[in-house]
């Protein structure tokens, strides 16, 4: 098992900035192949926001290009996404999301974390 914890969601004004931290940790050896987040807003489906691989390629929704970054760190299995000049309609729960291979490879999905852009 691989447990995750967020960190970094909150209120701020459209036009403001957040930064959204995940750990991955777990009690016996795994490796993490990729890492993302994705969010999901009231009445609507858990869409995905960004992803990284291991490699370090990334990929972006077409709503947050330019606007978000994210980025790991393989030897803290670590993922960040630094979200800039937010607007009312990012408002979501994100979810940390980790493709991880312990005796088995499977996804795993953080608790969530709500951020809430003000307009």
């Known amino acids: 098992q691989v447990q995750l914890v967020e960190s970094g969601g909150g209120l701020v004004q459209a036009g403001g900035s957040l930064r959204l931290s995940c750990a991955a940790s777990s009690g016996s050896i795994f490796s993490i192949n990729a890492m993302g987040w994705y969010r999901q807003a009231p009445g609507k489906q858990r869409d995905l926001v960004a992803r990284i691989t291991s490699g370090g390629s990334t990929n972006y929704a077409d709503s947050v290009k330019g606007r978000f970054t994210i980025s790991r760190d393989n030897a803290k299995n670590t993922v960040d996404l630094q979200m800039n000049s937010l607007k009312p309609e990012d408002t979501a729960v994100y979810y940390c999301?980790?493709?991880?291979?312990?005796?088995?490879?499977?996804?795993?999905w953080g608790q969530g974390t709500q951020v809430t852009v003000s307009s």
């Open positions: 999301n980790v493709l991880a291979t312990t005796n088995l490879i499977r996804i795993y």
